[in-house]
């Protein structure tokens, strides 16, 4: 079975009577080159790969042929009968019905991936979720070898900027602090069915056993990031003294500390100077 051939999967959704919805993201992948690289990409054969949004399972598919099971969580109820159809043929692999924003991953980790050297997440993300699911999988220190999505590529860019670079942005340190991240491969809108307006791309974050940087306080360290990206024509000693109610001063100081100029702004600090001026602060405030 081709999954990828927009007409065996036409065929197959219609059968089954099902619509895409675009409030769920559903972009179907019709190009067959993609899948195969992406799961080769993220597994092994001793690798649980865990998906998020099968659709019809054309990802799934590949994942079961390249890792050693797949678990995919879908939300739509709708696709039961389309899935049952698609993955007949493949014993190692499960779809659990719920919002993967809501399930217990480190539970489903334990239960499913016991007997797996490692665990990837590998998916073709519903695009109204994407941050919120990347931030998900990362600050709730999944126990997972790498993440290797499909994401808008505006959001690609964006997630995989050097921290320092006009690109970046507060999720770029982010995805930073707790992996390394890469853009593997373009992938353009009319690859999918339908095709949705924007081009996309496959990244791949790999988790760092240690971040680079050492922070007194994680949560302090992302509010003051928040804050200094906030408002991108403003220096940080403004953005961040309004946001944060921290005096100018103490802000001064700590980017005097850093032999960092006052009218420095968020986006041209690195990890390391970021990380400087947030841990001066949380030691004083
Ligand atoms: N993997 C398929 C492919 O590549 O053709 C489908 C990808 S489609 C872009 C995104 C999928 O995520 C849809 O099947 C959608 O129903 C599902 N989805 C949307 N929100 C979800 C959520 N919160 N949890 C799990 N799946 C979700």
Redesign the pocket.
């Known amino acids: 079975m081709n999954l990828a051939d927009y007409n065996t999967l036409q065929k197959i959704l219609k059968s089954e009577g099902f619509n895409t919805k675009k409030s ?6 019709v190009n067959p080159d993609v899948c195969p690289k992406m799961a080769k990409s993220a597994c092994d054969k001793q690798t649980g790969a865990l998906e ?5 399972g ?2 799934t598919r590949e994942l079961a042929d390249a890792a050693k099971r797949v678990v995919a ?4 109820n709708r ?1 039961k009968p389309v899935l049952a159809r698609t993955l007949a043929d493949k014993d190692n692999a499960e779809v659990i019905f719920g ?3 809501k399930i217990d991953l480190i539970g489903l980790i334990k239960e499913k991936f016991a007997d797996c050297s490692r665990v990837a997440v590998c ?4 695009y109204y ?1 994407t941050s919120p699911i990347i931030m998900m999988l990362l600050e709730s220190r999944l126990p997972i070898d790498n993440v290797t999505v499909m994401v808008q590529k505006e959001a690609a860019e964006r997630l995989c900027a050097t921290v320092g670079s006009r690109e970046a942005g507060a999720v770029t340190v982010a995805v930073n602090y707790f992996a390394k991240a890469e853009i593997l491969f373009d992938v353009d809108r009319y690859s999918f069915m339908p095709p949705p307006n924007v081009d996309s791309a496959v990244i791949k974050l790999t988790l760092r056993d240690k971040p680079e940087i050492e922070l007194l306080s994680e949560n302090f360290f992302f509010s003051f990031v928040k804050a200094a990206f906030a408002q991108r024509r403003k220096t940080l000693v403004n953005t961040v003294s309004s946001s944060l109610n921290i005096s100018k001063e103490l802000l001064r100081e700590a980017l005097a500390a850093a032999n960092l100029s006052e009218t420095a702004r968020g986006e041209s600090l690195t990890m390391t100077q970021l990380a400087s001026i947030a841990n001066y602060i949380a030691e004083r405030k």
Do not use: R, S, Y
């Open positions: 769920l993201g559903q972009n179907f992948l998020i949004g099968p659709g019809a054309v990802l969580i879908e939300l739509d696709l919002d993967a924003m998916a073709n993300l519903p979720i």
